[in-house]
């Protein structure tokens, strides 16, 4: 009897994770490294409070992840539909100038008094906005023109800094105002507040593809454009929003760098980001074709990647190694991609599954 | 006068996972002759043409080739046999100059350095003899489609070739490009080279070629002498006379007042493709599409559908004008569009079926609305039991389906719009006879209950059966439309051949 019933748990079981297997995968990528810290550095997972604020490596990764994750999330969005973007970084730099632009710190060592030009939150605001229109700019660039995701978001990406050094008028200007440094620094419940800005776009943006039809839309378009245009979707539309909340995404992280750096370096904020945002969402199992997209997937993968980058750091190892290593992630998770590993499992799969398929059958 | 054989293709047999693509197929091909393979879609044609220029390796069977035995491994190697092809698309760099693309990689060489003067010279004599006389040193897009294909032609054959294969030269061609290219292969034929063509067109099929092959479902139905067959015996050949075990359907007649005009096109047509068609559609009607694949039926209904807006005419719905610049436009106007390449145009295969059935009313819906998982399920459960959808549960991908019930899955799509226009490309093509059975039965249904109905078919047996009107194409045309008793197989056939308005 026992025999019997064997099988059948096994096709549940398998079917179950089989929708998950990617994420999953990633789940134990980042256990193994931390486990491999852990036993590097036995205090790896200690985690103490000090002043109010939480304190550690764990803490520390999930901390310095966040523009990042934040990022990944909008280039999520756009990989599913067959596109990339790859001026993320640059529109960082640009929202973070402006922001600190914007708040104007003026320092008077007479008298010792600090002003600001402008209201921060407007600041924000007004960032954000331009950084959301360089997005659309993306979109439009890839939708009504035709032109190929890669090369459109190039322009931007070699523009971008210009434009944030002449906001900034080639200087790195500062903000050291409490308020400032509070958004990226502080901590709510002695957790830092970038944790909480990269859940919340998380969440929203996971609610937004699931609570409304965006997500099958996206993954339509990017499975089968002309299918989708047959079926009456507006792929352009699709495309034009994805790369739009990409600009957002990278807005916001724009404006949590400058704040942790207290400043805004036009030349550095988010250099290489969207290397790491791509990589993240490939880490999380959504294929560079475009098609089915997994939200959850890519906050693993921007996680494994700070981990990754965090561990090498901690080992002593030269930094320029990171690089190696992070391409050596992106080879293998590429190749297991590929149709013909995928194929190849496959065929190992139903020579040992041959009696359990054929029961599925 | 028999001309030599120089090729000879003996008992191909050629099987691919689950189609017996070509069942012992036997292929002549004689010195200064065009020969043309004629056949239905799937008939096995660019599969024999395939396993000849080494694309396919062929399961069974010999080739021969001045009667030593070939087996070409590559379309290079093919090459280097002697049998060059031209395809239907020119697949030559537009960018790169006339007399590039005719050398390119094996261009003349003097002292390491490319020999442009020879180059240039050359490629001016090559083009002489198909009498072009055009600056070789102008880049290749510069020109028109026909010189393209005649510059293509030129390259094969000044590569010690044998054998010429034409596949669909002429699809992108206008009536006079068309004689010009003929006459090149005239004089080709003159000079001994063997030609073998490929084109759906019949006209131009009679007017050039010397002998036909027929093929039809993989298996080979005869050799004919130019002389020995008419168009319309050609045409029986090639689609044969299949059981007809369908024949209990009844087609629904609705009586005229019954039938309320749903859609009129007036004059329509595409730049460059279909010209001035006129249509009329009425609810509680079927009417099929008939002519050979390429005849313009695909093109209508890409324009009813506004897949390709229309540049010329007008299309008005329900007595109203109407402007169809995109699909979404269309399904605005509740028309519904079952596309013939299912696999390019119809399915997301790694969504799942649900996903699939409820992806046109979601695309009207818009984003924000969203079809609830419940709403979904219950449309998704509906269908898979009213269609018989084969499957175990609504989450499996649609890709991991058969065509038949990829096909349904199309179909329940169109369906939950509830539409007042569907129109059906080929909706039975690739699919068992019982699916193919239950889709028919079903189109019957839905015009029963008041829908406006295209169907479209290379079968004309199953056109016939389906439908109440008949409109049949020919040439990107619209040659006819049959009514009453004039919807026999026989009359549509001979209307699609050409000869129906002259015979009688």
């Known amino acids: 009897m026992s025999n019997n019933k064997a099988p059948a748990n096994a096709i549940k079981s398998k079917k179950k994770l089989n929708l998950n297997t990617q994420f999953i995968a990633g789940l134990v990528a980042l256990a193994l490294i931390l486990l491999f810290n852990l036993i590097y550095e036995p205090g790896f997972f200690r985690i103490s409070i000090v002043e109010g604020k939480l304190y550690g490596s764990i803490i520390d990764i999930i901390n310095r992840c966040v523009p990042t994750m934040i990022i990944s999330m909008g280039m999520t969005l756009v990989i599913a539909t067959g596109g990339v973007d790859i001026s993320v970084g640059a529109v960082a730099a640009i929202s973070g100038a402006m922001v600190v632009s914007l708040i104007g710190y003026n320092f008077d060592s007479a008298t010792g008094v600090t002003t600001t030009n402008m209201n921060m939150y407007l600041a924000i605001l007004i960032a954000l906005i331009v950084s959301t229109i360089c997005g659309a700019w993306n979109g439009l660039l890839v939708s009504r023109l035709g032109i190929q995701p890669m090369v459109a978001t190039l322009i931007l990406m070699t523009a971008g800094r210009g434009i944030a050094q002449l906001i900034t008028d080639g200087q790195i200007p500062r903000v050291y105002t409490e308020d400032f440094s509070f958004i990226a620094q502080g901590s709510i419940f002695a957790v830092p507040t970038g944790i909480y800005i990269a859940l919340a776009v998380v969440l929203i943006v996971y609610a937004f593809t699931k609570l409304t039809a965006f997500g099958m839309l996206c993954e339509s378009v990017g499975i089968n454009a002309s299918a989708s245009r047959y079926s009456g979707i507006n792929a352009k539309n699709i495309k034009l929003i994805c790369y739009t909340i990409c600009g957002l995404c990278a807005g916001i992280a724009g404006i949590h760098i400058a704040s942790t750096v207290q400043g805004a370096d036009a030349n550095n904020a988010g250099l290489n980001i969207e290397m790491d945002a791509i990589l993240a969402v490939v880490l999380g199992g959504t294929s560079m074709a475009g098609g089915k997209f997994y939200i959850w997937g890519t906050a693993v993968g921007a996680l494994i990647i700070q981990a990754l980058t965090t561990t090498i750091y901690s080992l002593g190892v030269p930094p320029e190694i990171i690089y190696v290593v992070k391409s050596l992630v992106v080879v293998i998770v590429v190749m297991l991609q590929s149709n013909l590993i995928k194929n190849l499992f496959k065929k190992i799969g139903s020579k040992s599954k041959k009696s359990s398929a054929a029961a599925s059958v | ?504």
């Not at chain 2, 039809?216 to 319309?232: A, K, M």
């Not at chain 2, 699919?431 to 015009?447: M, N, P």
């Open chain 2, 1 to 504: 006068m028999q001309n030599p054989i120089i090729l000879q293709m003996k008992g191909i047999d050629m099987q691919f996972p689950g189609v017996h693509a070509l069942k012992e197929v036997d292929f002549t091909l004689r010195a200064g002759e065009v020969h043309t393979i004629m056949g239905e879609n799937g008939a096995g044609k660019s599969t024999l043409i395939k396993c000849l220029t080494g694309v396919y390796q062929k399961g069974k069977g010999t080739i021969l080739l001045d009667g030593k035995e070939i087996n070409p491994k590559s379309t290079l190697d093919a090459q280097s046999l002697g049998i060059s092809t031209v395809y239907q698309e020119v697949n030559l760099c537009p960018n790169l100059t006339v007399a590039e693309n005719c050398f390119i990689g094996r261009q003349p060489k003097k002292a390491g350095f490319i020999d442009w003067k020879t180059m240039n010279k050359r490629t001016k004599e090559l083009l002489k003899r198909f009498d072009i006389d055009i600056d070789v040193t102008k880049p290749l897009s510069t020109y028109t489609v026909a010189i393209q294909q005649m510059v293509a032609i030129a390259r094969a054959i000044d590569i010690q070739c044998k054998v010429l294969i034409l596949d669909e030269p002429t699809s992108s061609l206008d009536a006079n490009e068309v004689k010009q290219l003929f006459k090149a292969m005239r004089s080709l034929k003159e000079e001994g080279m063997a030609i073998i063509f490929i084109s759906h067109f019949l006209d131009q099929v009679f007017e050039i070629s010397d002998r036909f092959t027929v093929l039809r479902n993989g298996e080979l139905i005869g050799e004919y002498l130019v002389d020995e067959v008419t168009q319309y015996e050609l045409v029986s050949k090639m689609v044969g006379h299949e059981i007809d075990d369908l024949s209990t359907l009844k087609r629904v007649q609705h009586t005229e007042a019954e039938m309320k005009e749903f859609l009129k096109a007036k004059q329509i047509g595409v730049a460059g493709s279909v010209q001035d068609i006129d249509l009329t559609l009425r609810k509680g009607e079927i009417v099929g599409f008939a002519g050979l694949l390429g005849s313009g039926r695909t093109e209508t209904a890409n324009m009813l559908f506004g897949v390709d807006p229309i540049t010329k005419g007008s299309i008005s719905i329900n007595g109203k004008k109407v402007n169809l610049r995109k699909p979404s436009n269309a399904i605005k106007h509740n028309i519904a569009y079952c596309p013939e390449d299912r696999k390019r145009d119809g399915i997301i295969g790694d969504l799942s079926i649900r996903e699939n059935i409820i992806l046109a009313i979601q695309a009207r819906q818009g984003i924000f609305k969203k079809i609830s998982k419940k709403k979904a399920e219950e449309l998704a459960q509906k269908y898979i039991k009213t269609l018989q959808i084969a499957t175990p549960d609504a989450d499996k991908k649609i890709g991991e389906l058969s065509g038949g019930n990829q096909q349904k899955v199309i179909l329940a799509r169109w369906l939950a719009t509830d539409p007042d226009l569907l129109i059906l490309d080929e909706p039975t093509r690739g699919i068992d006879v019982g699916a193919k059975t239950e889709i028919q039965k079903l189109v019957l249904k839905l015009c029963e209950e008041g829908m406006s109905i295209v169907f479209i078919s290379s079968e004309i047996e199953e056109v016939v059966r389906c439908s109440n009107r008949i409109v049949v194409m020919r040439d990107r045309k619209k040659v006819a439309e049959l009514k009453g008793d004039d919807l026999e197989h026989d009359t549509i056939l001979k209307t699609i051949a050409g000869g129906a308005k002259t015979n009688e």
